[in-house]
């Protein structure tokens, strides 16, 4: 090792020199300590909000998309029984995709659902239950009733659980369902209407659409929303990420009175809406890291200042300016990655274990820091992801190694006849 690393991580406190360390010594190695520390914490924040950030929008997505198809395709501007009446042919050319793994028709609408004096703005879907479990998983999440008790004619519906709650309804009661359009007679506008009958309550996991989905039979749709909505048919793919590549792909096979619609495009506001919200985070919270860097540089004056009779010594025995830069580099760098490793290390620590440090804080503290009804979901998720932890890690060795320079330059202007002068 050369004299100027051994010198730069004694400096940085992590070396020690065979004589016992003086208040000088003892002072440059607590600011580098605090210096590290600093860093340290950004990095460690800044892996933990991402993660998080990371969890909250898989997780939101998985639920989503285990309601929602991955593609759909829908014939616009016909009633809901001509676009039916041509489902098997649609999905017969999209199965020639291989990515294609499953197909189900649908009608979809808005509504309003009446219980009592209640009444609530409800997303209608007409399904086949013998065919949706091909695209969704909402037979898996039902909690009472069955899905396969919708029956053409039977006019049942299956309410999403946060939706049945605020309606007071349970398994068995009765809801009046009322389409957007209706009739005009000599005594005003009077809505199309039809009485269900509650046959099953499903829990998604995800509020919004507990909150406001309704599932009835396909054939049942298509009677009470016959010019309102869009009909055609749901489509499940074996990898979620290519549904655009997918969606583009059954385009050009499909007819061309036929539009395809993957599930970023359903979501694309809220989709990106969350990528901005990631990127300001990560802004924002880089600043810690460049506060980090800002004391990191401070502290490197303040040690080159404390340290000006040892560089004008190693001078006049020959050391030349550029060998005094070195070693100021040598402290700053080494206290850069020191703290870098170690914020990494501690948040990747918090990161892969929140699931249990999270529930312990509010069971400690008695909050609840994610209500469901405002947030979706009401655990905190995790996922952390190489990419972001590189992009972390390099963006603070940067920011150190930009600390290190001045400082640097500084020492190694120094002139030591003036400093010994003065000394």
Do not use: C
């Not at 957007?180 to 005003?188: D, E, F, R, V, Y």
């Not at 800002?294 to 020959?318: C, E, H, P, Q, Y």
């Not at 918090?350 to 655990?379: C, H, K, T, W």
């Amino acid at each position: 090792m050369s004299y100027e690393w051994w010198i730069g991580a004694r400096y940085a406190g992590l070396a020690r020199s065979r004589r016992r360390g003086g208040r000088g010594d003892r002072f440059v190695s607590f600011i580098a300590a605090s210096s590290m520390a600093g860093i340290a914490l950004g990095v460690a924040a800044l892996i933990v909000v991402l993660s998080v950030m990371n969890g909250f929008q898989t997780q939101v997505r998985d639920r989503m998309l285990s309601v929602l198809p991955h593609i759909e395709l829908y014939v616009p501007r016909v009633s809901a029984d001509d676009a039916l009446s041509q489902w098997r042919q649609i999905a017969d050319i999209a199965s020639k995709n291989p990515a294609v793994r499953g197909t189900a028709p649908f009608v979809a609408a808005q509504g309003m659902i009446v219980r009592g004096e209640t009444l609530a703005g409800v997303q209608v879907r007409g399904i086949d239950p013998a065919a949706e479990g091909a695209v969704s998983d909402i037979a898996g999440q039902m909690v009472s009733g069955r899905l396969d008790a919708l029956k053409p004619g039977g006019f049942s519906v299956v309410l999403g659980n946060q939706l049945a709650a605020s309606l007071g309804v349970g398994v068995g009661d009765t809801v009046l369902l009322l389409a957007p359009q209706g009739s005009i007679s000599p005594a005003g506008f009077t809505p199309r209407m039809r009485q269900f009958t509650v046959s099953g309550i499903f829990s998604s996991g995800y509020y919004e659409y507990d909150a406001s989905l309704a599932f009835i039979d396909v054939e049942d749709a298509a009677k009470v929303f016959r010019d309102s909505g869009s009909s055609g048919v749901r489509l499940r793919i074996t990898d979620m990420q290519q549904a655009p590549l997918v969606a583009r792909e059954l385009g050009g096979l499909l007819p061309p009175y036929v539009h395809a619609q993957d599930w970023t495009q359903n979501n694309r506001t809220w989709f990106a809406a969350v990528q901005t919200e990631k990127r300001m985070m990560f802004l924002i919270l880089a600043l810690i890291v460049a506060v980090a860097a800002f004391n990191l540089l401070s502290s490197l004056v303040m040690a080159v200042k404390d340290k000006r009779s040892d560089i004008a010594i190693l001078r006049t025995i020959g050391a030349t300016p550029r060998e005094i830069a070195r070693i100021f580099l040598v402290q700053g760098s080494l206290i850069g990655v020191v703290g870098t490793l170690l914020g990494v290390g501690f948040g990747m620590l918090v990161a892969y274990n929140i699931d249990v440090i999270v529930p312990l804080i509010e069971r400690m503290l008695g909050v609840q820091f994610l209500p469901q009804q405002i947030y979706f979901i009401s655990e905190l998720p995790s996922n952390p992801q190489v990419s972001d932890i590189v992009v972390v890690a390099l963006t603070s060795l940067v920011l150190s190694l930009l600390a290190t320079l001045y400082p640097s330059w500084r020492a190694s202007s120094l002139q030591p006849a003036e400093v010994l002068r003065h000394d």
